[in-house]
T-cell receptor, first 112, second 114 residues
């Protein structure tokens, strides 16, 4: 079982719909990162959070540390939101250094 | 404002050839990373450099070497390329590995090994 699981793997929505992408993890973390990978392949950071909720424009990210779960919400979705959304957690190694563990991504397609 | 720049963007190699992927960042970040991305799998860390002068192995270091040339540049070398190393390679940087600042990624290098 992967240490970071995302659901759904694929999602198709109509323009204007409210979208939720979920991320569950099984390790202790110090932070969680949401990334967006464009169809061309570039990766952009959306949010990094360790507690509570963050909002940027139409995007909202929440995290529940006790439940080891995070959600990324997109309000009023638009075709330009079509991308792969990746969840990554920052976890501490036994050596004291840090590592990132990445989910396999959720492929979102928003239809006009 | 370039951010993280990777070269080349595409490369085709024959089995056994060597090559170096270049990465440079202009954000004065201390930490740099090399990842590979394969279909159906999350990004996997190959090597990282927490700060200038240090490098450490990630999850999948076999077949690769790295050099942290200076604070800006972090290169990844394939000494004898194998088909299993066909992948998309991403370089990333962050202020510190444990800081609250996120990683910034380059646009990737698509590498095919025949």
């Amino acid at each position: 079982k992967n240490e970071v699981e995302q659901s759904p793997q694929n999602l198709t929505a109509q323009e204007g719909e409210f979208i939720t992408i979920n991320c569950s993890y099984s390790v202790g973390i110090s932070a969680l990162h949401w990334l967006q990978q464009h169809p061309g392949g570039g990766i952009v950071s959306l949010f990094m959070l360790s507690s509570g909720k963050k909002k940027h424009g139409r995007l909202i990210a929440t995290i529940n540390i006790q439940e080891k779960h995070s959600s990324l919400h997109i309000t009023a979705s638009h075709p330009r939101d079509s991308a792969v959304y990746i969840c990554a957690v920052r976890s501490r190694r036994t050596s004291g250094t840090y590592k990132y563990i990445f989910g396999t991504g959720t492929r979102l397609k928003v239809l006009a | 404002n370039a951010g993280v720049t990777q070269t080349p963007k595409f490369q085709v190699l024959k089995t056994g050839q060597s090559m170096t992927l270049q990465c440079a960042q202009d954000m004065n970040h201390n930490s740099m990373y090399w990842y590979r991305q394969d279909p159906g799998m999350g990004l996997r860390l190959i090597y990282y450099s927490a700060s200038e002068g240090t490098t450490d192995k990630g999850e999948v270091p076999n077949g690769y070497n790295v050099s942290r040339l200076n604070k800006r540049e972090f290169s990844l070398r394939l000494e004898s390329a194998a088909p299993s190393q066909t992948s998309v390679y991403f370089c990333a940087s962050s202020e510190w590995p444990a800081g609250i600042q996120p990683q910034h990624f380059g646009d990737g290098t698509r590498l095919s090994i025949l």
